[in-house]
């Protein structure tokens, strides 16, 4: 099933109220994308009606999208790029919303820096992705230049970015004996000091 999380106001600009058993539930889903309302209830202490009620808003306002995610070379594509497009500012909003549309721009999302806008593309050859940048980009009144860097490797991919207003242990960095770094969780350092 394909997925999109498309807004017609920007992702960032609106305020969001989530209550305690929708932050919690996001966290729970970011662990285990496959867990079902009665599993949710259970783990939440709410009813399955509430659970069910609670998954259905956040996943009709966008707030939460459940898909597979893949490593694109696995799949056949050889070119995943991020691309970064300098824009006349004026019209930042009609670019993004034309580059939200096209089937090949798996994200897309304002910026500061050199660039305006960055994209994420996955192309299927090196060929595809001239013909994404030299004929489609080229084509779209605004973008004034693009910096392109082709994705070699993917070192790490995940979405899970925790949920604000959720407990959850931060780690922290430790040194030990030997001079080597650790990362360990505040709390499993708490308890062996007490």
């Known amino acids: 099933m394909a997925s999109t999380n498309q807004h017609s106001v920007p992702s960032g600009t609106e305020n969001i109220e989530l209550d305690r058993v929708e932050r919690m539930?996001?966290?729970?889903?970011q662990e285990d994308g496959r867990?079902?309302?009665?599993?949710?209830?259970?783990?939440?202490g709410v009813s399955?009606?509430?659970?069910?009620?609670?998954l259905r808003r956040l996943l009709g306002e966008g707030i939460v999208q459940i898909v597979a995610a893949v490593d694109p070379f696995q799949i056949g594509f050889q070119s995943p790029v991020i691309i970064g497009l300098k824009i006349?500012?004026?019209?930042?909003?009609?670019?993004?919303?034309?580059?939200?549309?096209?089937?090949?721009?798996r994200y897309?999302?304002?910026?500061?820096g050199k660039?305006?806008?960055?994209?994420?593309?996955?192309?299927?050859?090196?060929?595809?992705?001239?013909?994404?940048?030299?004929?489609?980009?080229?084509?779209?009144?605004?973008?004034?230049?693009?910096?392109?860097?082709?994705?070699?490797?993917?070192?790490?991919?995940?979405?899970?970015?925790?949920?604000?207003?959720?407990?959850?242990?931060?780690?922290s960095l430790e040194i030990q004996t030997d001079g080597h770094a650790a990362v360990k969780k505040k709390r499993a350092a708490r308890s062996t000091k007490s």
């Open 25 to 29: 539930m996001i966290a729970l889903l």
């Open 115 to 171: 660039v305006d806008l960055i994209i994420e593309v996955v192309a299927a050859s090196n060929h595809d992705l001239a013909e994404f940048v030299l004929v489609y980009l080229a084509s779209i009144p605004g973008i004034v230049d693009t910096e392109t860097s082709l994705v070699l490797r993917i070192y790490k991919q995940t979405w899970n970015w925790g949920v604000r207003g959720v407990d959850a242990p931060e780690p």
């Open 88 to 105: 006349d500012r004026a019209q930042i909003d009609d670019i993004a919303a034309k580059l939200c549309s096209h089937p090949s721009i």
């Open 35 to 44: 867990l079902g309302v009665q599993s949710l209830a259970r783990k939440l």
């Open 48 to 54: 399955d009606v509430t659970a069910r009620r609670k």
């Open 108 to 112: 897309v999302a304002a910026a500061t």
